[in-house]
């Protein structure tokens, strides 16, 4: 039965990556409809998930994709074309599909019956109008173009198949709905004596002869789900027109293996191909279970840190073979980190192609015209992340398309195209993921933003505010600038939401105006993995503390000259500016300070800043050990990690740490303006 | 990873056999105190403890506790009496207490710093008074009741209020808070 329930996820996990292609292709229609390969991808995607729900006896997912494939074979066949209508049609039926899928009985199914008739009701004039001659029954379904002809199907049955749920009168059944089932040969020589059998094994293989025009793939794709258990040879014969079935050689073929072989090796070869086919496409790619790499990667943590202590206890012990062998030990383990935590790091791409539909959605409720350009689909990052990030997008997307874009008229009273723009885009930045969200729409308006909070009280009147500060005030609970409430956004629920969310992701946002598109972005800066980091060790009093190592850019010393100066909060180096954060003045450590002291200098998106510390320890592995719910509140540090010497390590958050430390300057600037020039208010 | 599973059943143990009545009693300054044996995981030596910058003085930092970071408090300074000295006797005795943050309401692992371990004893119900309205100079509601020992009153800690996660965190902002940087 458990084996039973695997399979059926299979199907639910293949049934949901189908759809997810199914809506893309859908999509990409709309501009390039003309194109046989996606009428083909998409007639296919539908054609599998009818396969295999009819395997699982899931009548009601069977019956409403049937009616589905049969327009978009209609459609492949050029009978019909693809409006816009009929693009929303399917595109609703698709997620009608996806509802049935989820849905495990059929007799739960019943509550989704409304929503289907009423999409079947819309297809009827695209399904019917031509071909009710063809249109009916299972059989003449696979239409016209194609020339039927005769396939022998040799099944070769495992013994455990049945217990595995996989009945063979499911599969043959299914057949029929390719074709028609000419001849079912019942091969029997692994029937045991009567008083040997078990009911619950199966001895039976089966030769089925099939007239068909589907090919080869489509046949052998029925099987696929129980590839394990049962070994399909699909052999062509001739064209169904030229040769007589009844008179076609069967029965001159010899019913055992060998002789199938000998006699059509050329059949024999191309099967031999068609496996190794699959074969390799196993290879690419292998389901594996979420928590399984988890554990997995908590256990390559564990590693880091004992090779760590391995590396100390050798390094100390002077022997130089074990200093080899721990160094060797350590290059592997580092490799072997690397690669587990690739295991978990996914393409933003599929992330970001769900939006194509939101954007056509919302636009398309709006009244607008709206296309959504998508950049750096490949940009890689963890899949715990990527799973967090696309409710926090889907806001933001929204809200770019609302808020964002104006409405045709406007556009093009502004003299900009009506067709707006919506763009996402991702790339890697020293250390962190950066994903934009853009629009080309008229930006953010300073006075209205400041003028809300005014009247929402989030700010005093006489305060002196940055525009950066302005446009962060969106991000404050209960904000929305726009006067009317849309269903979509507008509420003023969501921003602070969208910023809890990823700072909940050790992440920041910000926004822009003008943006990249003379709008509004939204840059959203996000951890690449949330579990293991090269960090770069570095001792300030009795502690160490660590930087992620992609944020370092150099280190050096603070010479004499420059360490007298402790007001001094910025150096030249190199004819630049580098601000400065006293590490030991800004934790308030006590102790003395060392005579040398040295600068480790950081960037964070554009800002660089130099950190002051007392002594530099070099490169680590450092598996982040989040710090426990009464840290909670606690800024500047993101975690902790442990130290081959068993030591507790904290780990230097340097993006809030240059915040911090500009906010404590600027609260001391705006008190001394305040002083000077009272109510200079920002009005 | 299976340290929880071990505890909950030492837990079923202890409790089947009657040991809610034992408690760890221990010195804090000049006073005795006991907690439920109960809540109590283990006593180690004090030593490399990480301190943790920009927070209150009741948390002295965090150490490691074969693996995971455990946050270390002084009573005393929680107590508002000043930080304890160590000294050769000062223990860390690890609790276990309520995790109230978010939704998550397992157990967590604290370290409260103890001038001295003294024993485990045995109170019954009948020994124990209820706490007095003030005298004791500590919060009211930090204390579970007073034990009676040869004469002696020893103060039951009810750690799960004084050790409060959430209020623990609240309490941490010495810093600036940079959410409400606006209308100030």
């Known amino acids: 039965m458990t084996t039973m329930a695997t399979a059926l996820q299979t199907f639910l996990d293949e049934s949901r990556e189908l759809l997810s292609d199914m809506e893309l292709l859908l999509l990409a229609m709309e501009s390039r409809s003309g194109e046989p390969e996606l009428q083909n991808a998409l007639f296919r995607c539908v054609h599998t998930i009818k396969g295999s729900a009819g395997m699982f006896g899931l009548d009601h997912v069977v019956d409403f994709t049937h009616v589905v494939e049969n327009v978009l074979d209609r459609l492949r066949a050029g009978e019909i074309a693809l409006s816009r209508d009929l693009a929303n049609l399917l595109l609703r039926c698709r997620d009608h599909i996806s509802l049935l899928v989820e849905v495990p009985e059929p007799s739960e199914a019943a509550a989704l019956q409304p929503g289907g008739v009423v999409l079947l009701a819309g297809l009827e004039p695209f399904h019917s109008c031509a071909g009710s001659s063809h249109a009916q029954t299972d059989s003449t379904e696979p239409v016209a173009a194609e020339a039927s002809r005769k396939c022998r199907i040799d099944i070769r049955i495992h013994a455990d198949a049945l217990r595995h749920g996989m009945d063979p009168l499911g599969f043959i059944r299914f ?88 006699a059509a090796p050329g059949a024999e070869e191309q099967a031999d191909t068609s496996q190794q086919n699959r074969r390799r496409k196993q290879v ?13 990667i908590n256990l390559v943590g564990e590693l880091v840190i004992s090779s760590a202590a391995v590396s100390l206890g050798a390094e100390q012990s002077g022997d130089t073979p074990a200093r080899e062998s721990a160094a060797n030990l350590n290059l592997l383990v ?30 398309s409720e709006l009244g607008k015209d709206i296309e959504l350009v998508v950049t750096g689909a490949d940009t890689e990052l963890d899949k715990t992340v990527v799973e967090k990030i696309g409710d926090p997008l889907t806001h933001l997307v929204r809200n770019a398309c609302d808020h964002g874009v104006e409405a045709p008229a406007a556009r093009s009273q502004k003299g900009k195209p009506t067709r707006g723009r919506v763009h996402l885009n991702a790339y890697h930045e020293s250390g962190s993921i950066i994903i934009e969200v853009s629009d080309d729409g008229g930006g953010l308006s ?43 956004s507008g509420r003023g629920v969501g921003m602070d939401v969208v910023r809890r969310n990823i700072e909940s992701l050790r992440g920041t946002v910000e926004l822009v105006s003008p943006g990249v598109l003379g709008g509004t972005t939204f840059r959203i800066r996000l951890p690449l993995t949330l579990a293991i980091i090269d960090g770069f060790m570095a001792r300030v009093g009795d502690a160490t503390y660590v930087v992620p190592l992609e944020m370092v850019v ?26 400065l954060i006293r590490l030991r003045a800004h934790f308030k450590l006590s102790g003395e300070l060392r005579k040398r002291q040295n600068i480790i200098v950081v960037r964070h998106g554009g800002q660089k800043a130099g950190l002051i510390v007392d002594e530099l320890l070099g490169e680590n592995q450092t598996v982040i050990k989040p710090l426990g719910g009464i840290f909670s509140n606690l800024r500047g540090l993101s975690g902790s990690t442990i130290l081959g010497n068993g030591q507790v390590a904290l780990i230097l958050d340097v993006p809030t740490l240059i915040q911090q430390v500009a906010r404590q300057e600027d609260a001391a600037n705006r008190g001394f303006q305040s002083h000077a020039r009272p109510r200079l208010s920002a009005s | 990873m299976n340290q929880p599973q071990t505890s ?19 010195q804090i300054g000049h006073e005795m105190f006991a907690v439920g044996i109960l ?45 304890s000295t160590v000294n050769r006797r000062s223990c860390i005795v690890i609790l276990e207490v309520e995790g ?85």
């Open chain 2, 8 to 26: 909950a059943e030492d837990v079923r143990i202890a409790e089947s056999s009657g040991d809610q009545n034992q408690y760890l009693t221990f």
């Open chain 1, 334 to 363: 580092e490799a072997i980190r690397d690669s587990s935590l690739d295991l978990r790091m996914v393409p933003i791409g599929e992330t970001f192609q769900r939006f194509q539909r939101v954007v056509r959605d919302v636009a």
């Open chain 2, 39 to 83: 809540h109590i995981r283990e006593i180690i030596e004090y030593g490399s403890l990480t301190t943790v910058p920009m927070m209150p003085e009741f948390v002295r930092g965090v150490i490691n506790l074969r693996g995971s970071v455990v946050p270390v408090i002084d009573l005393s300074a929680r107590f508002g009496r000043g930080e």
């Open chain 1, 554 to 579: 150099e280190c050096t010393e603070l010479s004499a000259e420059q360490q007298l100066g402790a007001e001094q909060h910025y150096i030249n180096l190199r004819q630049e500016v580098l601000p």
């Open chain 1, 284 to 296: 690419q790619h292998f389901r594996i279970q979420a928590d399984k790499l988890d554990n997995l």
């Open chain 2, 100 to 184: 109230s943050t978010g939704d998550e309401d397992q157990l967590q692992e604290v370290g409260i710093i103890v001038d001295a371990v003294s024993e485990v004893l045995e109170i019954p119900p009948t020994e124990i008074e209820p706490a007095p309205g003030f005298g004791a100079r500590i919060r009211a509601d930090f204390i579970a009741g007073m034990g009676k020992v040869q004469g002696q009153f020893v103060i039951l800690l009810n750690v799960d209020q004084a050790l409060n996660t959430r209020e623990l965190a609240e309490l941490d902002s010495t810093v600036d808070a940079p959410r409400d940087g606006y209308d100030s």
């Open chain 1, 175 to 262: 057949l029929g709905t390719l074709g028609d089932v000419a001849a079912v040969r019942t091969l029997e020589e692994k029937l045991p004596v009567l008083g040997d059998m078990d009911p619950e094994t199966c001895y039976l293989d089966f030769e089925i002869d099939l007239v068909t025009s589907a090919d080869r793939i489509a046949i052998e794709n029925i099987f696929e789900l129980a590839s394990d258990l049962y070994q399909i040879e699909v052999q062509d014969q001739c064209p169904v027109t030229e040769v007589d079935p009844v008179a076609a050689p069967l029965p001159a073929q010899p019913d055992t293996d060998e002789s199938v072989e000998s």
């Open chain 1, 446 to 488: 300073r006075e209205r933003i400041l003028a809300k909070a005014m009247e929402r009280e989030l700010v005093r009147p006489d305060a002196v505010l940055t525009d950066q500060d302005v446009f962060n005030l969106i991000f404050e609970p209960g904000f929305s600038t726009v006067e009317q409430v849309t269903n979509l």
